[in-house]
């Protein structure tokens, strides 16, 4: 017979289950590797075109033969697929749509649990799920059957944790361990039933049932087979026929709940990653087999187990597969490899920047940025302490080299949570320092002031290594991918060179090790400037200097070369991570190239990041080694130049002034007697000084002052009292103080004072009266009494014929709404991942009655009706903060005050642990009983609908803001939600009123 041939066999009476499960998990990888396969070779781009070796290609052979599969793969080789080929996502949906695949669930960077406390546990796991639904769309509700990191279980450890509730899909049914598990050893593995299994390999039927593990909580483990990881893929047609005999053995046990598991590494049957090149053409020859013998039925777990209950209840003690337990010496614990004493070094790294995480936790440090770092120390976890076995006793296992890389780079994340503290600590001067930003002990250059913080390293290249943006609502990181494959690299900093994975900035082409030493010119001030100097030894750059200087105010670092005369070409590389967190979580998404006249740059959602160029200077764009370095978008910048000057920067660039252009603060000249003169008031000494005495500023920018009258009412030097008379094209809050709101009635709105558009700033009146917020913490505080002012003053407003070019139109209140709908797809956020779909469902039923309504009884509202933004003392009431303002429904103010009122109130008292004070009702009542008496005019028909838009508004803010809820509160706060559109169909409240005159502003 010819090989891989099998005999004709005679069909079992009964079925045979099997259940076929693939475990694929690769690291952040990219291509171009010199010792190993990269990426296109791993999916099976690359290689013979006959029986290709390669993930795709064997998930394609599943297609082809209708066969099921049961598949993991793990949260780092997601993020490598959505950067490196986002396509091969669709592949696989297509076995999703053929009803062959069921996705298998793990931990993130495949940790080993049993080592890592339960939070960061959690967060493994629900990363994994939140990157099936963004790329897969795959409900993670729907995945209940659990892959267990290299196998290692401990039931007291990891079962409550996967029955969890805080999981994303509420917690697992199933979990896969080695049959072996079933076995108990009792801490002694010698003479042991677990021994005896492994030594005489009985075919016992207890190893191919369903178990429900004793004390795991509902939790049931389907016993992986040794004998089927033996012999898939068939390596001969005897190979084939014991597998068919273990399958007719199966089948007529006359057992519905057997089923017999294969699992295994993905990479193993594709040929990839050091396995046989041959075991795609095996596996396929296995596929066929399955197709013809129509007494085995593979199946998906979830489908499988719906119908069948466990077989009863076992103890389940811990362990793992057998060649890691026993034949390369980490025990059935781990610990033989976890705690080797050569590894001391390395796990003091991950316990280091853990420490320094937590540290700036409490310290309240920025949280997006506190995210990217535990996010980093995740990837630095992928597979915990893997050592690499050797098949000979002499040579004793060692720690793996590429687990010696992550775990040395883990100390990257010291570096992120220092610059998460500085974002919270910025103080608006600019400062250079030398110091060991990471504690890889060997100092950084660091410039930073309120916009940016730069990392720059001496020792390799004087590259700059890492750029932190802080001109958004939070940081993120634009240059530098820490996250990438290393290889085998420990070195922090260093350039990679195979492939050229982490280049950095500023990286000199030719000379990316060269050593530079860095000598600090201006150290804090108005400005930072350092020089890094070239000093290796036979290096053609030697002498070379880089100039980098920051000024306060500027989000961009200038820098200027001066070559030694011999040198007459350079070429730097550039490579811009625009949000490295975003690229991260969804790939090239978003992502789209900037160009202008001599700049470069990319924008990923609300980040951009470019580098300039100067003028008039022999330079040019040239074309970078590679397009792509990880997640990362590489330029090139060539100069014939012995002096040339870069900018790189974050922002606009078309609104930095030119090199060599400071900006010029001008004001408008006076009209008024003893005004100051233009020169004076210009000076941005005098306005900085003001500003930073009186409003935070950041020092050091020369902030434009227009469109205002000044008036000089003392002076003292450089000291000044000045009147502003504000002359701004929105003229809302003036014409409000001409039509009553001016404090006579104690009804008013604050007088405009100054105003800065450069650093968009408007100085007011200072509003009398304590924020409505603060009542909050009162438990005495009389609502009603508290709102009947507030009342008439939105009567007032909503009354006063006051009328506003801005019109809030039904456009853009669904383009808001559709807004806040992509936000809640593109999130992973675990406290609202129970009510995600319920959220989705309230948006659409709020747009579909917002677009209901018919015509519109428009008048001028304020538009955030905030806690914080209305001020109340003895009856009177200011309200600040008119940006927001149009002409719209004057439900939509009601109803967002009186939600706001509530948020607010729960989240205090909840917080405490007690129930809120507040009676809804009764607040509401009074509310509009005196709106109504005052006011009977607007139609508030829409008033619950936009008291149910403000429950979910807020969920979608805290989740912009990068915060959180607790996921209990969520559940509250929908229910009034759903609450209130059910009232929504109820009565309308209206009434006539004669139309006052109507001013109008432009």
């Known amino acids: 017979m010819p090989e891989g041939a099998i005999r004709p066999l005679s069909e079992p009476r009964e079925m045979a289950s099997l259940a076929i499960v693939h475990h694929a998990n690769q690291y952040v990888i990219a291509d171009g590797y010199g010792d190993r396969q990269g990426m296109s070779d791993i999916l099976g781009l690359r290689g013979p075109t006959s029986h290709p070796a390669g993930f795709l290609p064997l998930l394609r052979m599943h297609m082809e033969y209708g066969i099921p599969l049961n598949l993991h793969l793990s949260g780092t080789l997601m993020e490598a697929l959505a950067w490196h080929c986002p396509e091969s996502f669709s592949l696989i949906r297509d076995l999703d749509r053929a009803g062959l695949l069921e996705m298998v669930g793990s931990a993130f960077s495949q940790n080993v649990m049993t080592f890592f406390e339960d939070r960061l546990n959690l967060r493994q796991i629900n990363d994994e799920l939140a990157l099936l639904r963004r790329h897969l769309r795959w409900n993670p509700a729907k995945v209940k059957v659990f892959w267990v990191p290299e196998r290692v279980w401990d039931t007291g450890k990891l079962a409550p944790l996967l029955r969890s509730s805080s999981l994303l899909n509420g917690g697992y049914r199933y979990v896969l361990l080695d049959d072996r598990l079933l076995y108990p050893w009792g801490g002694q593995y010698a003479g042991s039933p677990r021994e005896r299994f492994d030594r005489e390999r009985p075919r016992d039927l207890e190893a191919y049932l369903p178990w429900e593990v004793a004390g795991g909580g509902g939790l049931v483990v389907l016993p992986i087979s040794r004998d089927l990881r033996y012999a898939i893929p068939p390596y001969t047609g005897a190979d084939l026929e014991r597998l068919a005999e273990i399958l007719r053995w199966l089948a007529s046990s006359h057992r519905p709940q057997a089923l017999a598991v294969y699992g295994d590494d993905l990479e193993k049957a594709a040929g990839v990653g050091g396995w046989d090149p041959q075991h795609p053409e095996r596996y396929d020859r296995f596929l066929r087999f399955l197709r013809d013998q129509k007494w085995v039925r593979p199946v998906l777990i979830g489908a499988w187990g719906a119908e069948r209950s466990p077989a009863g209840v076992r103890n389940v003690e811990r362990g793992t597969f057998f060649e890691l337990a026993r034949s390369w010496s980490a025990g059935e614990d781990y610990c033989g490899w976890y705690e080797d004493p050569d590894c001391a070094k390395h796990r003091a790294y991950v316990q280091r920047s853990e420490r320094a995480l937590r540290e700036a936790e409490q310290a309240g440090a920025d949280p997006a940025l506190l995210d990217l770092g535990w996010k980093h120390f995740l990837h630095c976890c992928y597979e915990t302490a893997w050592h690499e076995a050797y098949f000979s006793p002499e040579h004793r296992p060692r720690l793996a080299g590429f687990a010696a890389a992550l775990t040395s780079h883990a100390r990257s994340a010291i570096m992120i949570a220092r610059a998460a503290r500085w974002a919270t600590e910025r103080d608006g001067a600019a400062h250079a320092e030398s110091v060991d930003i990471d504690e890889d002990g060997s100092p950084e250059l660091v410039l930073k002031n309120s916009h940016l913080l730069a990392v720059f390293s001496p020792r390799w290249g004087g590259r700059l290594t890492c750029l932190f943006d802080f001109t958004g609502r939070s940081g993120r990181i634009v240059v530098g991918n820490l996250s990438d494959d290393w290889n085998l690299q420990e070195d922090l900093h260093r350039y990679m060179d195979c492939p050229r994975n982490h280049p950095g900035a500023l990286a000199d082409v030719g000379h990316e090790h060269d050593r530079h030493v860095a000598a600090i010119a201006e150290s804090s001030g108005r400005s930072a400037r350092a020089i890094l100097c070239n000093v290796e030894g036979d290096s053609p750059l030697r002498g070379a200097e880089k100039a980098v200087r920051l000024a306060a105010g500027d989000a961009y670092l200038s820098v200027s070369y001066a070559l030694p005369p011999a040198v007459r070409r350079l070429s730097t590389e550039v490579c811009f991570s625009p949000d490295y967190a975003r690229l991260l979580r969804l790939g090239p998404k978003g992502l789209s190239s900037l160009s202008g006249p001599r700049w470069r740059g990319w924008r990923n959602g609300g980040t951009r990041v470019w580098l300039r160029i100067g003028p008039r200077q022999s330079m040019l764009w040239d074309t970078p080694h590679q397009e792509r370095s990880?997640?990362?978008?590489?330029?090139r910048v060539t100069s014939f130049s012995r002096r040339f000057r870069l900018d790189l920067g974050v922002g606009s660039p078309s609104a930095v002034s030119a090199p060599g252009r400071p900006a010029i603060a001008t004001a408008a000249p006076a009209s008024e007697a003893r005004c100051v003169p233009q020169a004076s008031a210009a000076d941005p000494r005098v306005v900085r000084r003001l500003l930073s005495r009186h409003f935070r500023a950041p020092s050091g920018v020369p902030a434009e002052v227009r469109e205002c009258r000044i008036r000089v009412l003392k002076h003292h030097h450089d000291r000044l009292i000045l009147q502003y008379d504000v002359a701004v094209a929105d003229k809302r809050r003036g014409t409000l103080r001409q039509s009553g709101f001016d404090g006579a009635s104690g009804l008013s709105v604050p007088q405009p004072l100054g105003y800065f558009p450069r650093i968009q700033l408007?100085?007011?009146?200072?509003?009398?009266?304590?924020?409505?917020?603060?009542?909050?913490?009162?438990?005495?505080?009389?609502?009603?009494?508290?709102?009947?002012?507030?009342?008439?003053?939105?009567?007032?407003?909503?009354?006063?014929?006051?009328?506003?070019?801005?019109?809030?139109?039904?456009?853009?209140?669904?383009?808001?709404?559709?807004?806040?709908?992509?936000?809640?797809?593109?999130?992973?956020?675990?406290?609202?991942?129970?009510?995600?779909?319920?959220?989705?469902?309230?948006?659409?039923?709020?747009?579909?009655?917002?677009?209901?309504?018919?015509?519109?009884?428009l008048r001028l509202i304020h538009g955030d009706c905030h806690l914080e933004n209305i001020l109340v003392r003895n009856g009177e009431v200011a309200v600040v903060d008119w940006e927001h303002a149009a002409m719209a429904d004057p439900a939509l103010d009601l109803g967002f005050l009186l939600a706001q009122v509530e948020i607010q109130s729960d989240r205090y008292w909840w917080g405490r642990g007690l129930a809120s004070l507040l009676d809804p009702e009764g607040l509401t009542r009074a509310l509009l009983d005196e709106y109504c008496r005052t006011a009977p005019g607007p139609s508030l028909a829409l008033l619950p609908v936009y008291q149910a838009r403000t429950y979910v508004q807020h969920i979608v803010h805290t989740l912009r803001m990068k915060g959180r809820e607790d996921p209990s509160h969520v559940t509250r706060w929908l229910d009034r939600a759903a609450d209130r559109l059910g009232s929504a169909q109820d009565g309308r409240v209206r009434a006539d009123r004669r139309q006052p005159s109507t001013p109008v502003m432009q």
């Open 630 to 635: 990880g997640h990362g978008l590489n330029l």
């Open 762 to 857: 408007v100085m007011m009146e200072k509003a009398g009266g304590s924020l409505l917020r603060q009542w909050i913490y009162n438990p005495r505080t009389d609502w009603p009494a508290m709102l009947t002012p507030v009342a008439r003053w939105l009567v007032k407003l909503h009354t006063s014929g006051v009328r506003v070019s801005k019109q809030l139109t039904a456009k853009e209140e669904t383009s808001a709404i559709q807004g806040w709908l992509a936000d809640l797809a593109a999130s992973d956020a675990p406290w609202l991942a129970h009510e995600r779909e319920r959220i989705g469902e309230l948006l659409d039923e709020i747009l579909a009655r917002l677009s209901q309504r018919g015509p519109r009884d």
